[in-house]
Each structure stands twice: as structure tokens, then as C-alpha cells.
């Protein structure tokens, strides 16, 4: 059996995503990276828990912060979640085109997202003049809040790039972990928000 | 199984996706749970629930909610996922440590 054979099975094995000894190293490696990640962003979170009250003048956080607008994107980044759940169920099942189907919706409720928070921020900066230096609370938020928006950007680079680059290849064993774990990392990014809404949008408004 | 990597059996396979489509509901049902959650956490928020709860409240649906999404939506439930738990937990660890020590330094 060619090496092409054996990423082409007849048929999928149970985990497509763990089938191959590359498939799980990538698995293991990607964990702890998520591992890290949390690091990372709790760095950032401990910097705005520090630092939100450090508002140099009337731009508080309950001053700014519009709840419907985070209650819109809080909805749309979950319910991305689990369209791409959805992709991964069919990928499981080997129904590649349904799996592709439920990534470009998830890219679509991906793009949403950030469309709403590039305008919040624009909102900000031009409403209230809230930009990166107007105080130590407000380079933290951005900082945080910005970071996000890079990893969902990151995430739909990723995840468009996968798309159109195995669209005529098919699902086989050698894609399915690239699959799986750029769903994983969706799936982190939803973690991350849960948190961000909570502390700093619905904490900052209670105050 | 000697035959495994050219044709496994139909039943076989009728068994896995009857297990998928089962793993699936159980995702569905954690998503409504989810969204349920979400709703709540605002909805305290929103109509100005004045309390010294509010806050721990607001923390632990956060958890909550987290947790499922890691353990459901991430298959971190299902085997073979002891690294992973194992990363993940001590990443939160530090985590922890890393936002105690931040608002200590600041406020302290």
C-alpha cells in the first residue's frame, strides 16, 4: 500500500483526526498551546482587573459599554461554536461537502463578529474619544479586547485557507487532524469571549 | 483486525454513526444550556439585580459555561484526553496565579 493509500482509507477510521501518528502529535502539541494561550490571556486579564478602575476622567467602563451590542456578538461567536461542531460531526461522518458547508457558516458568523466589533470600536473612538492612550483602563481594554479580535481574525484566516485549500483534495487523514484542530481553536476563542464578556462588559457594568 | 484498513464491516459503521449522531444531541442540548446561561448572566445585569451575589454569579456561569464548552464542544469528556485535561488545567492554575499576582502588584 502506497502512502497515499493509507491517507485514503475506503473507509474513515472512528477519530480521522487521531488516526495518524502526525495527526496525534499535532493533537497533543495543540493542547498545549491552548494550555498556553490561557497564560497568555490571563496575563492580559490580570492587567485589566488591575487596571479598569484607572480611568483618567468620564469614560468609565459603565459609562461606555452598551450591553445589546455584546449580548449580539455574545450570540453569534456561540452560535459559531456550534456550527463548527456541526462541520466536525460531518467530518466524522466523512461527509466532506456538509462538513465545508458548516465551516463557511462559521466563517460567515466569525466575520459578523468582528464587523461588530470593529464598529464598537470605532463607536468608541469617535463618540467618546476613547482611543488606546486616553487612560490606563482604556489601553487595557483594547488590549484585551483587541487581542481577541486578532485570534478571531487568525481563526478565519486559518480556517478559510484550510477550505479553499483541500476543497478539490477531499477529507482524508492526512487533512482531518488540520480540520479538527483549527476547530478546536475556534472553539478556544469562544472560551476566551465567555470571559471577556463576563469581566469586562457585564462586571464593568455592575461595577 | 486485519481487515480494518481496507473495509470495515456496515454494522460497524452503522454503530459509529449512530454514536456520532447521539455525541451530537448531547451538543445540541449543552448548546441550549449555553445560550441559556448567557441569557441569565445578562439578564442580571440588564435589570439591575442589586446584590453582593451578582458578581461571584456572574463568575461561576462563566465557569460553568466554559466547562462545557471544553469538555462537550472540545470532546474533552471523551477518551484519550488526559494530556489535554492536564494542559488545560495547568495553564488555568497559572492562570490563576498570573491575575492574583497582577492585582496584588497594582493594588497592594
Not at chain 2, 439578564?43 to 451575589?53: H, L, P, R
Not at chain 2, 489535554?84 to 495553564?91: E, K
Request: charged letters at 15%; hydrophobic letters at 50%.
Amino acid at each position: 500500500m502506497s502512502h497515499e493509500d493509507v491517507l485514503n482509507p475506503k473507509h474513515m477510521p472512528h477519530d480521522p483526526e487521531k488516526a495518524t501518528l502526525e495527526g496525534k502529535n499535532k493533537f497533543l502539541a495543540f493542547w498545549f498551546f491552548l494550555g498556553g494561550e490561557t497564560v497568555l490571556f490571563a496575563s492580559l486579564f490580570g492587567t485589566y482587573i488591575a487596571l479598569n478602575s484607572s480611568t483618567a476622567g468620564e469614560n468609565t467602563p459603565e459609562h461606555l459599554f452598551g450591553l445589546e451590542l455584546v449580548f449580539l456578538m455574545t450570540m453569534m461567536l456561540l452560535t459559531s461554536s456550534l456550527t463548527s461542531v456541526y462541520a466536525m460531526y460531518h467530518m466524522k461522518n466523512h461527509d466532506f461537502r456538509k462538513m465545508q458547508t458548516w465551516l463557511a457558516i462559521t466563517v460567515l458568523l466569525g466575520l459578523a463578529f468582528l464587523g461588530c466589533e470593529i464598529y464598537e470600536f470605532l463607536h468608541y473612538i469617535h463618540e467618546y474619544e476613547f482611543t488606546f492612550g486616553s487612560s490606563a483602563f482604556a489601553s487595557a481594554f483594547y488590549t484585551l479586547v483587541g487581542f481577541h479580535g486578532g485570534h478571531v481574525l487568525f481563526g478565519l484566516s486559518w480556517i478559510v485557507t484550510l477550505m479553499i485549500r483541500n476543497q478539490k483534495r477531499g477529507l482524508n487523514l492526512y487533512n482531518a487532524p488540520k480540520f479538527y484542530i483549527a476547530s478546536l481553536y475556534w472553539h478556544f476563542i469562544d472560551v476566551v469571549w465567555v470571559f471577556i464578556f463576563t469581566v469586562v462588559y457585564l462586571m464593568g457594568k455592575v461595577g | 483486525m486485519a481487515n480494518s484498513s481496507h473495509s470495515k464491516p456496515t454494522r460497524q459503521m452503522e454503530y459509529e454513526k449512530k454514536q456520532h449522531k447521539e455525541e451530537m444531541k448531547q451538543q445540541v442540548i449543552t448548546f441550549v444550556l449555553m445560550i441559556l446561561f448567557t441569557f441569565v448572566a445578562f439578564g442580571m445585569v440588564i435589570m439591575e439585580v442589586n446584590s453582593y451575589f451578582v458578581i461571584p454569579t456572574l463568575i461561576i456561569l462563566a465557569i460553568v459555561q466554559v466547562a462545557f464548552q471544553l469538555y462537550y464542544f472540545m470532546h474533552m469528556k471523551n477518551k484519550g484526553h488526559n494530556m489535554p485535561a492536564l494542559m488545560m488545567y495547568g495553564g488555568a492554575a497559572v492562570a490563576g496565579l498570573t491575575i492574583i499576582t497582577f492585582s496584588s502588584i497594582i493594588w497592594w
